[in-house]
């Protein structure tokens, strides 16, 4: 079947729905109580972006990416961020090969399709940079030559708060790669409960068998693409972009590349749900985790202790949606 036949009907609406809930039950059984967060990471891979997981140490940030990797059967390249960390260990390096008298190319971790870069924020900000052209165009280049990554192309970063000691906060243009933000949290008491028996070895995750394949991910990014929003919808989306723009506490507001990841994942959403068209609901559920990452707020926003994701909720609160337009 074609990309340009592939429509997300009814039919095909309730297979995703299915299949996205049989992904993050499998997840589930090794991150515990945190279905919020696992369904926004299967959403940010079906958007085909890149996640990063922000968060204190211990917590869970690699159990997520490690259990998505095995949920979707598919390999897991691991990047341990650490300040003496070369773009080269990232990207891969050009080596002389005697016996034929040439430079060969050997790939670096990068070159997997789903990668978790661990700690991004413990490496230099030019090894930060290393993944820029990866995340942006799925393509890194080594000694003038452009190498592809493979299809799909994932990056799952995690990374500790900024004032944690030892950290590099990340520059405004590789946050905006991010497709989404998210934090994991403190478990509950009844998960944390659980996790002591169930977590008392080191092969949960090994445990755990793959509910899907790469080729029904892809299949499903292509579905998210079909997904109908209305053109009243595509104007709440500018509204709400140009409201950050015009925000007080907002330096820099959301850019048209913003306004174009908001309405895929909220595409992605309503797959998820279903359901074979957008709505307004679907963009308020993740504005937050899509939008406040790429915001600056201004120096008074910031003395005050202003949260950026606070200002997206009021934001959200104060943009009328289409239906309360006179």
Known sequence: MTAQSLVLDETRAARFAAAFKAIGDNMELVVRGKREVVEQTLLCLLSNGHLL????????????????????????????????????????????????????????????????????NRASPKTQSALLEAMAEAQVTVDGTTHQLPSPFMVMATQNPIEQEGTYPLPESQLDRFLMRISVGYPGRDDEFAILHTHETDNVVADLKPVATMNDVSTMSQLVNTVHIENDLRAYLIDLADATRRHPSIALGMSPRATLSLQRV???????????????????????????HRLILNPEAMLRGTEASAVVGDILRSVPVPYDRV
């Open 266 to 292: 909220s595409r992605a959403r309503a797959a998820a749900a279903g359901r074979t068209f957008v709505t307004d609901d679907d963009i308020k559920a993740v504005a937050v985790n899509v939008i406040s």
């Open 53 to 120: 997981v922000e968060d204190v140490p211990g917590v869970g940030k690699t159990t997520l990416a490690k259990a998505l990797s095995a949920s979707i059967g598919a390999d897991l390249g691991r990047i341990q961020f650490t300040p003496d960390l070369l773009p080269a260990d990232v990207t891969g390096v050009s080596i002389w090969n005697r016996a034929n008298s040439e430079f060969e190319f050997r790939p670096g971790p990068i070159f997997t399709k789903l990668v978790l870069a661990d700690e991004i």
